[in-house]
């Protein structure tokens, strides 16, 4: 028995998608989550450095677990004012004199 041309089609189509890494796979939800699901799996295809944030943002939320520590201290490092010695100047003001 021979394949059909749209057999082979979808077979060639498959193997493209394994060699990039890549899986089709079937998922069950809600019609209204439908463009959202859709538009997440592209992000998550692309993987870049927002596609890796989406998966840790996504299994932490999943899995339940607290945040890890140093996240804020992640997040400063990135800053693009770091390297920059800014030193924020600020006028002395004495205050004011206070009766006890």
Known sequence: MSDT???RAIK??????VERGMARF???GRDSDREL???FAKRLAENGPEAERLRAAVSQGIAGQ???KGGILEALRRSPLVGADAVPA???EPGRKVDL
């Open 12 to 17: 060639n189509y498959r193997n493209r998608l």
């Open 5 to 7: 041309s749209q057999r």
């Open 90 to 92: 600020r006028p002395f």
């Open 66 to 68: 607290p945040p890890r």
């Open 37 to 39: 699901i859709r538009s």
């Open 26 to 28: 079937e998922v069950l």
